[in-house]
């Protein structure tokens, strides 16, 4: 799991997406979660301020086994998809950002777009959409740094076979993170302790149907909407069968309690006559 001396050299002094994920949070956050966090930004500022060594991963059963499992997930990827994955631990460069990049799990060709492997390990973590947004931060760092507009991102749970979810851009989210990135890297060159940031809602992935049977503003607009729903596309019908109707010679047209004028270029208003 040890990254090579290119790939160290590449990141240094980068917020990559493992890094960023500790700048947005998650919400809702506990007390626990919140000192946790704290932590993992103090400690992130230290090392990018050359005060203190990374924290030895070797020794975080997660990242080892997520390490251990990273291969495997690719292969299994290729072969359910019949494709090759590229650049495989590469790193990308963020276009733009100079203290932004991503070091790739791989690029998956036909989709022009990264792939990003994760297992879960804590056996009270089955929401599939819990897992998601917890991994949101770095899915999204990986589309922002690449430019992809979507990134695969490819989930073994337990002993079940990965599971991918193909997550789209969200440029709000993506403006919070380069915005507190910013933010943190000013404290990192000034050597200023860096500011703790509330957590940012994760994007929210639609995937439930909700019964909506309960709310009562609910019923009162859905009864109002059902009422004018038909009038409204009987009275569109009426609109273009009367427009019809009006002489090409004629500027105006009227009768029964409607009027239809004709401007210059054509168009046609019709309206209540009074």
Known sequence: MALTPVQLAARAGKLTGSRIACLMGQDPETDDARLKREKQVHQLWLEM???AEPVNLRMYWPAVLGSATEHANLEWFETKNNCVIADKGEFYQHPTVPWAGVTLDGWYQELNCPIECKQVVNPRETSLPDVIARFQ????????????AQCALSIIMGVQAPVVEFIERNKDYAEVMKWRG???MAHVRNKTPPVIFAPAPAPIIPDRIVDMNGNAEWKRLAEQWLQVHGAAE????CDKGLKALVPPEAK???GHGVNITKDRAGRQYLREFK
């Open 49 to 51: 301020t050359g005060q």
């Open 137 to 148: 931060p770095q899915v999204q760092w990986q589309i922002e740094c690449t430019g992809a």
């Open 182 to 184: 910013e933010q943190f």
């Open 234 to 237: 009987v009275a569109r019908d």
């Open 252 to 254: 105006q047209a009227h």
